[in-house]
């Protein structure tokens, strides 16, 4: 399941000053984000909302109360015109994406009920404004409850239906 939402805040992200080919963008701090989570599973979803041609790199850094990391989560956005440039075996080429990537969700585990940050990242790589937006949702049951349920309904279904079969008068 999805869970239920615990805080959802959007960040401005501002435009790049040197968005040539050659400029090394380092990530900058743009906010934070504090909450009070419950142990158990957690789900972060970070997602850009972006002009057309943009790329942009966010990451967040999940800190407990003594201000360690405990999880992190980065995406590389882009627009259904972005274009990643790369570097292979020491040759510089391009390649053009197709594509829209706008959201990135990670489940996290919780190990203890307490105050969490959230701080938020970005590498600005397009002349336009855009936005950054972490969602936080707790109570969210991941795909090993439903396994582990799946399993224990079908044991449970093979067993009544043994008791059944063998439960039968005529074979004794």
């Known amino acids: 399941g999805n869970g239920r939402l615990v805080k959802s805040q959007t960040y401005a992200v501002p435009a790049a000053k040197d968005t040539s080919k050659t400029a090394v963008i380092e990530p900058l701090p743009i906010g934070s984000m504090a909450l009070e989570l419950q142990k158990g599973p957690i789900k972060i979803k970070l997602s850009s909302r972006l002009p057309t041609n943009t790329a942009l790199w966010a990451g967040i850094e999940v800190r407990d109360a003594q201000d360690l990391t405990i999880n992190t989560l980065d995406e590389q956005f882009y627009d259904d015109e972005g274009v990643e440039y790369w570097q292979e075996e020491g040759e510089s080429g391009t390649e053009a994406y197709h594509e829209q990537t ?22 600005p790589q397009s002349p336009k404004n855009t936005e950054v937006t972490v969602a ?37």
């Open 102 to 123: 706008v959201a990135k969700e990670e489940l996290f585990a919780v190990e203890q009920d307490g105050n969490y940050a959230i701080e938020v990242f970005v590498a």
């Open 136 to 172: 936080v949702y707790e109570r969210v049951m991941n795909g090993t409850y439903f396994v582990v349920m799946a399993v224990v309904g079908l044991i449970a279904t093979i067993m009544l239906i043994l008791i059944g079969y063998y439960a039968v008068p005529w074979r004794k």
